[in-house]
């Protein structure tokens, strides 16, 4: 085959530094459209995008020429970098260091689709930690509690 060609779909999940809630509804619009401008600077796009005030979630298309970690490392630092202009509160602003990152089935799109744009409803029914085991749960991935939410 002469050409590459991939289809990539991943759930990306990451939270503030301490999970301190400071993605209060008015800065979420414009955060989700900055990092809507930096996935498609990265040759990715960003289909789904939601969260509450501590945390964020993302389904973007994984482009071929990128590793899952560059593309949120780009992710991360830009929205970090802007989101400190936007108010005094936000001037140290910063994320956890770590991210979560889920291979989802293209039969899934929607589904996961409407479960990121949903996340205030969804967190009115389940904490953070309750959401995260779920997830880690329906990927069979292992994880060690004392480390998961420091």
């Known amino acids: 085959m002469p050409q590459s060609h991939s289809s990539l779909l991943v759930h990306i999940v990451f939270t503030t530094k301490d999970r ?10 414009e955060l989700y459209a900055y990092f809507a401008g930096i996935a498609k600077a990265e040759s990715s796009f960003a289909h789904a995008i939601g969260g509450i005030e501590d945390h ?10 990128k590793t899952l970690a560059s593309l949120v490392e780009v ?3 830009g929205s970090s970098k802007w989101l ?12 956890q260091s770590g991210y979560g990152g889920f291979s989802v089935s293209y039969s899934q799109f929607a589904t996961v689709c409407k479960y990121i744009r ?6 009115r029914r389940m904490n953070f930690q309750d959401e995260l085991r779920a997830i880690f749960r329906h990927h069979a991935i292992e994880f060690d509690e004392r480390y998961m939410w420091k």
């Open 75 to 77: 992710l991360k630092t």
């Open 20 to 29: 301190i809630p400071l993605l209060i509804p008015a800065i979420r619009a």
């Open 84 to 95: 400190k202009t936007k108010d005094e509160k936000l001037r140290t602003f910063s994320w």
């Open 118 to 123: 949903t996340q205030e409803i969804h967190h």
């Open 56 to 65: 964020v979630h993302l389904l973007v298309t994984l482009p071929r020429t």
